[in-house]
């Protein structure tokens, strides 16, 4: 069964910093693009980074270019996503959630998100 | 960036009634659809992926179709369990988007 366990949401400040951690199991980490997804209290969904399976190639929404940056330890089965400079309204819970696979050298399903974790709240307040 | 417009916003419907959800893109986006529900709460669930393959162990009265810009998602004989919030999300170029959702309510 495959299980995504987001972490380390919490009551930042603003201009404060943060890193989430999304741990992987039940399948095979390596093959799999990963993604952060979040949503704001009360209104939709906003896809903001990914990573490919090899954590080489990443992409990002404006809104938090230059300020998150997405990783991936494969030895650790766990994704991240550092969060920095940090304003009101990157308050939201953040998911994490599978992309595409990879397999000798072909993609698939690249795109979309089957499996979501539970979310983690991050909250910026002074 | 590629926007994704929903309609309606809510929809008010009862047991047993055929719904039909309704997402345009702003560009065409050829197949590279896919519509998620989700309830308060809880983290969505994938329902159709590529305008209208049926994701595994998603109920058959779930149906998306739709081409280019327009697309749709059905629900024939709505049930208690379907009364929630659905998103369209394309992942046709960067950065993928979602629409603004719509909600169905019990009339």
């Known amino acids: 069964e495959v299980r995504l366990v987001e972490s380390g949401g919490g009551l930042v400040q603003p201009g404060g910093s943060l890193r989430l951690s999304c741990a992987a199991s039940g399948f095979t980490f390596s093959n799999y693009e990963m993604n952060w997804v979040r949503q704001a209290p009360g209104k939709g969904l906003e896809w903001i980074s990914n990573?490919?399976?090899?954590?080489?190639?990443?992409h990002y929404a404006e809104s938090v270019k230059g300020r998150f940056t997405i990783t991936r330890d494969t030895d650790k089965n766990s994704l991240y996503l550092q969060l920095s400079s940090l304003r009101a309204e990157d308050t939201a819970v953040y998911y994490c959630a599978t992309g595409g696979y990879c397999l000798s050298g072909s993609c698939y399903n690249i795109g979309y998100f089957r499996h979501w974790g539970q979310g983690t709240l991050v909250t910026v307040s002074s | 960036d590629i926007q994704m417009t929903q309609s309606p916003s809510t929809l008010s419907a009862s047991v047993g009634d055929k719904v039909t959800l309704t997402c345009r893109a702003s560009q065409t986006i050829r197949s590279w659809m896919a519509w998620y529900q989700q309830k308060p709460g809880k983290a969505p669930h994938l329902l159709i992926y590529k305008a209208s393959s049926l994701e595994s162990g998603v109920p058959p009265r779930f149906s998306g179709s739709g081409f280019g810009s327009e697309f749709t998602l059905t629900i024939t004989s709505l049930q208690p369990v379907d009364f929630a919030t659905y998103y369209c999300q394309q992942y046709d170029s960067y950065p993928w988007t979602f629409g603004q959702g719509t909600k169905v309510e019990i009339k």
């Open positions: 990573v490919s399976s090899s954590g080489l190639t990443t």
